[in-house]
Nanobody, 129 residues
Framework: QVQVEESGGGLVQAGSSLRLSCAAS????????MGWFRQAPGKERELVAA????????YYLPAVRGRFSISRDNRKITLDLQMNNLQPEDTAVYYC??????????????????????WGRGTQVTVSS
């Protein structure tokens, strides 16, 4: 079993920055991918950023590319999302997600939510205009 917990959300003004952190624990003994999703009220959950196990392959939602940066520390089993120049449209609950360990995630990541196996409870990010 793997536990996932996010932290770092909050209420900020447009143009501000926030750093989200995710800590995972449990049976993660080989390659696993990690990602950040978000879900705004009335909208579907969407992938914001994802990263393969060795941290080379990364994905960014086009709307956040250039403003957000994803990083991971495999020794600590943590995942961070640095969010700069936040805009009101970034307001959502942000979720950290982790795949089951598998060789295919060594330098790759999934883009579909159903390919992630472990989820945190989410952290609220609210950006005021």
């Amino acid at each position: 079993q793997v536990q996932v917990e996010e932290s770092g959300g909050g209420l900020v003004q447009a143009g501000s920055s926030l750093r989200l952190s995710c800590a995972a624990s449990g049976r993660l003994f080989s390659s696993y991918a990690m990602g950040w999703f978000r879900q705004a009220p009335g909208k579907e959950r969407e992938l914001v950023a994802a990263i393969g196990h060795i941290g080379v392959q990364k994905y960014y939602l086009p709307a956040v590319r250039g403003r957000f940066s994803i990083s991971r520390d495999n020794r600590k089993i943590t995942l961070d999302l640095q969010m700069n120049n936040l805009q009101p449209e970034d307001t959502a609950v942000y979720y950290c997600a982790v795949t089951d360990p598998a060789p295919r995630w060594y330098n790759a990541y999934p883009e579909r939510a159903n390919e992630y196996d472990y989820w945190g409870r989410g952290t609220q990010v609210t950006v005021s205009s």
